[in-house]
C-alpha cells in the first residue's frame, strides 16, 4: 500500500488466508533488504532478510521476493495467524555498516 | 539469552532537561545504533558507531549526542529536550564481517518531555 503522511496503510486479513505486503525502495544501490515485524511498544523484530543477488527467499511461513527491476519487495505470510498482527516495515541497506533506511510500514490486521 | 538491552523503559523529562538514555548488549556486536521512531512512523537512524568511529546522520540536531565507552555499552544524550523530541529510542546493534547484516533491536525507550 501507499502511505499518506503519517497514517499508516492497513492490510486486514483473515485468519488462516495468506498476507501480501508490498514495499517500494528507493535506491537502486541497495544491496540488502530486511523485514521487520514490530508489535505496539516493542522494538522491531526480525522476520527474514534477502540480498540483492538473490529474487526470493523462504522462511517458516514467510517468503520474501525481490524485483530489482521495479525496485519492489515483498513479503507473503501463509496462514496468518493473530500473532501475526502487527506493523511491518521492509528496510533497505543504503550504505555500509548496515545503515538501514525503513520504509513507512503497513499494519497488518488478523481478523478472525 | 544475549540481547541487547534498553534502560529505563519509559523516561520523563522536562522541557530543556538533559537527559541520557542507555543501551547495553551481549552480543559483542561492533557496530551500535541509535534510531529514533515517532508515533505511526518509521525508525530513523540518528548515529552509529563501528567499533570507536562515530558516524553522525546529515540531518541528526546537534541537540543528540552518543558515547560509546566500550563495545557493550552506548548512551544517547539529549542536551537541551523539546516537546518535538518525546518519542521512541531505539538501540540496535550488527556484526559486520564481510558485508551489511541484520540489525539486533532492543525494546526501546519511550521518552515523554513536559
Known amino acids: 500500500g501507499e502511505s499518506v503522511g503519517l497514517h499508516l496503510p492497513t492490510l486486514s486479513v483473515q485468519e488462516g488466508d495468506n498476507s501480501i505486503i508490498n514495499c517500494a525502495y528507493s535506491?537502486?544501490?541497495?544491496?540488502?533488504f530486511i523485514w521487520y515485524k514490530q508489535e505496539s511498544g516493542k522494538g522491531p523484530q526480525f522476520i527474514i532478510d534477502i540480498r540483492s543477488n538473490m529474487d526470493k527467499r523462504q522462511g517458516q511461513r514467510v517468503t520474501v521476493l525481490l524485483n530489482k527491476t521495479v525496485k519492489h519487495l515483498s513479503l507473503q505470510i501463509a496462514a496468518t495467524q493473530p500473532g501475526d498482527s502487527a506493523v511491518y516495515f521492509c528496510?533497505?541497506?543504503?550504505?555500509?555498516?548496515?545503515?538501514?533506511?525503513f520504509g513507512t510500514g503497513t499494519r497488518l490486521q488478523v481478523t478472525l | 539469552d544475549a540481547m541487547v538491552i534498553q534502560n529505563p523503559r519509559y523516561q520523563v523529562t522536562q522541557f530543556g532537561k538533559p537527559v541520557t538514555l542507555s543501551c547495553s548488549q551481549t552480543l559483542n556486536h561492533n557496530v551500535m545504533y541509535w534510531y529514533q521512531q515517532k508515533s505511526s512512523q518509521a525508525p530513523k537512524l540518528l548515529f552509529h558507531y563501528y567499533d570507536k568511529d562515530f558516524n553522525n546522520e546529515a540531518d541528526t540536531p546537534d541537540n543528540f549526542q552518543s558515547r560509546r565507552p566500550n563495545t557493550s555499552f552506548c548512551f544517547l544524550d539529549i542536551r537541551s529536550p523539546g516537546l518535538g523530541d518525546a518519542a521512541m529510542y531505539l538501540c540496535a546493534t550488527s556484526d559486520i564481517l564481510g558485508g551489511p547484516e541484520k540489525l539486533f533491536f532492543g525494546s526501546g525507550t519511550q521518552l515523554s518531555v513536559l
Open positions: 535506491n537502486s544501490a541497495s544491496d540488502y
Open positions: 528496510a533497505e541497506n543504503t550504505g555500509t555498516a548496515s545503515k538501514l533506511t
